[in-house]
């Protein structure tokens, strides 16, 4: 088993490896802050208490989940419906297990324990994409890992808690169009994370179904679970071999596995 | 804070940190299935599609329809999707206070 070739030895710090990942991550790190802002304001808004949305920010750091789970809120915090938002939860992040599978392996030096406490809150789609990329062209380091994570992370929560300092000073959100904000966000993930022709089944479906099912009485957030199950479900059982991507190998003795999901994750 | 927030935040926290570990542990070949494989990759733009679907076609607001259409567009040919938020939430907000 290839062990200390790939990944650097964990002794003195690299000031290169740290300077490239700044550098690297600079973009992200800036919309980072800029979508905590939009994450902090539109959570205060919703109803969400500052410090709880500055804590799921600090604990969860998942973006796309973290808007989904906030527009739970709007039933009021006192009616919160604590299990759907942990599966909707699960269910957004589900992918974070394609990219860890992939990842670990390239880091095959360090102790699995070593590389849960890192992976735990700063495996995001953003530095699993940056480290996939370096990792290929230079030795997999997971100095750079988390240099990327811990900056991209400081300006997420840095800039949430700002929003939720604004937040409160808005007076009538709909004349701002800041209803529409929540749209506006999942529409362009939507769009940013569109990969392949059954893509466009996935929406129609899923968009579909939710809006049937949110027709009917008392299925409430559970809806968009059942939705976004099931038409995952019917398109990826519809769709054959020649629109999937192909299958990593992963075997224990390859180290770099990332044919399949760089497919299908940004 | 309330304590069903802390709950939620501590639960989702929870969840979230067992996907990101998930693949260290699990046995990885279990997910080469062809199968599982597109339908973990369906699932989020599936929730995002579920979470969009009521909001939009139940709205009857020309402007929140119009404004979709900006930020889809916008995104789409410049992949930014903080410029899209942005442009969106103005040509709402431009609409609405235009047709009053």
Redo the contacts between chains.
Sequence with gaps: MPESTTVEPGGAADPGVLRQAAWDASPIIV?GF??GL?FGLLSVRNG??P??AT??SA????G???F??V?FWRQG??A?P?AA??F?????????????????PTLRGHR?SV??AA???L?IDETWALSEHRFKQRRASLRYFLACGGLIYLGWVGGTFVGTRFGAAIPNP?????D?????????????????R??YA??????????TL?LLPGLGPL???I???T???I???L?G?E???P??A?APDAPTVSA?VNK??S | ??W??????????G????????????P??R??S??V??????????????????????SSDS??WL??VV??VT??RS?N??L??AL???????V??FSH
């Design positions: 919309s800029a979508f939009v969400v208490s410090l709880a804590l799921m604990l969860v750091f998942a796309a989940s973290q989904v789970a527009d915090v006192q919160l604590v938002i942990t909707t939860t699960l269910a957004v992040n589900l992918r974070h297990l394609l990219m860890s599978a992939t990842l670990a699995c590389l849960a992976f735990s809150l495996l709909a004349v701002w169009g800041l529409f904000t929540f749209i506006a966000m999942f529409l362009s993930l939507l769009i940013l994370l569109r990969k392949r059954s893509d996935v929406w129609l479906l899923s968009a579909g179904l939710a809006f949110s809806a968009v679970f939705a976004a199950i038409a995952s479900a398109v990826a059982a769709t071999s629109a999937a991507a299958a990593p992963v399949a299908e994750n | 804070m309330t069903l927030e802390l709950w939620a935040v501590l639960l989702m926290a969840v979230t940190y067992l996907t990101r570990i998930g693949g260290i542990f699990l990885v070949d997910l080469q062809p199968f494989q597109r339908f973990l990759a369906n699932l989020p733009a599936a929730v995002l599609a579920a979470l969009i679907g009521p909001k939009l076609l139940g402007a929140v404004a979709a930020v889809a995104v789409w992949r999707t903080l899209g938020v969106g939430t103005a040509t709402c907000a431009a609405r206070y």
